[in-house]
C-alpha cells in the first residue's frame, strides 16, 4: 500500500444557518485553487463535523451538495468517505439528458441548435488547428475504418471525431459544451440501436453499417475541407451531417 498523499486541510467553524452551503463553497474553493485535487480524500464526517463545529447531518448535506456537483465522490467499505472527483462533465450530460426528456426537447430543435453550435467551433478550428490535431482527427478515421471493415458500427469513434474537433478550437468551453451534447446523442443513439437490436432484423443491420460508413464519408471530407482551409465547404458537409443524423432518431425518440 502507498501512503496516502492527500494534503493535511484544517477548516474554520461556522457559525451560518445554512451552513452546509458554506462547507460546500470552501471545499470548492480548495479544488478551484488546486489545494484539493481528483483523487484527494476529506476527512471522515466525524472529523469535518468537528472542525466546521457543526453537526454531522449539515456535513452530510454540504457531501451531498458536492457530489451532485460532480465534485466529490462517495467511496464505500471500510478504506472509503469522501474523495475529490472530477465528474463536472458527466454531471452536466446526465443533466443535459434529464432535461431533454423533462422539457420534452425534439430532435429538430436538437439538430438546429447543434448545427449552429458547431458552425461557430469550425469556423475556429479553421484558424487554430495544429499538426497534432489533424493526426488526432485522422487516427479517429482509421479506427473507425478498421471497425467498419469488420461490420461493426463505429459510434464511439464518430462520437469523439467531433469533441477532437471542439479540441482543435482551442477553446476550453466549447469543448466542455460539445462533450456534453455528445454525451446525450451518445445516449440517444444508443436508444435507437437496443431497439433496433430487440427488432432481430439482419437487415436492419446491414443498413445501420452502410449509415455509419455515410457518416464515416462526412468526417472525412469535413477534415478534408479544414486542411484546405475551405470553411463554406466545411459548413455545407456538416449540416448536410447532422440533418442525416437527425433523419436516423427522428423515427425512433418521442
Not at 451532485?68 to 465528474?87: E, F, M, T, Y
Not at 443491420?205 to 464515416?216: A, C, P
Request: a neutral charge; charged letters at 25%; aromatic letters at 6%.
Amino acid at each position: 500500500m502507498f501512503p496516502d498523499s492527500s494534503p493535511t486541510i484544517s477548516f474554520t467553524p461556522l457559525k451560518s444557518k445554512r451552513a452546509f452551503e458554506e462547507i460546500s463553497a470552501e471545499i470548492k474553493r480548495l479544488v478551484f485553487q488546486g489545494i484539493l485535487k481528483p483523487g484527494d480524500k476529506l476527512p471522515s464526517e466525524t472529523e469535518l463535523a468537528r472542525q466546521f463545529r457543526v453537526g454531522r447531518q449539515t456535513v452530510r448535506e454540504a457531501l451531498r451538495l458536492l457530489e451532485l456537483s460532480g465534485i466529490v465522490a462517495i467511496q464505500k467499505g471500510s478504506n472509503g468517505g469522501p474523495v475529490i472527483k472530477d465528474r463536472i462533465l458527466a454531471t452536466i450530460s446526465s443533466l443535459m439528458h434529464d432535461a431533454f426528456h423533462m422539457k420534452k426537447i425534439s430532435i429538430e430543435e436538437l439538430t438546429v441548435a447543434r448545427c449552429e453550435f458547431e458552425k461557430v467551433v469550425l469556423k475556429y478550428v479553421i484558424d487554430t488547428i495544429e499538426e497534432s490535431d489533424i493526426k488526432s482527427l485522422q487516427y479517429n478515421i482509421d479506427k473507425a475504418k478498421q471497425k467498419l471493415g469488420n461490420n461493426m458500427l463505429a459510434i464511439e469513434e464518430h462520437i469523439e471525431f467531433h469533441i477532437l474537433l471542439a479540441k482543435a478550437s482551442k477553446n476550453h468551453f466549447f469543448v466542455i459544451v460539445m462533450a456534453s451534447i455528445m454525451a446525450l446523442l451518445r445516449a440517444l443513439l444508443c436508444q435507437v440501436e437496443e431497439n433496433l437490436e430487440s427488432a432481430n432484423d439482419n437487415i436492419g443491420y446491414t443498413e445501420r453499417i452502410i449509415r455509419s460508413r455515410n457518416t464515416l464519408i462526412y468526417h472525412e471530407g469535413i477534415i478534408h475541407a479544414i486542411i484546405e482551409k475551405k470553411q463554406d465547404e466545411a459548413v455545407q458537409l456538416l449540416e448536410q451531417h447532422l440533418q442525416e443524423v437527425r433523419n436516423r432518431l427522428q423515427p425512433f425518440i418521442k
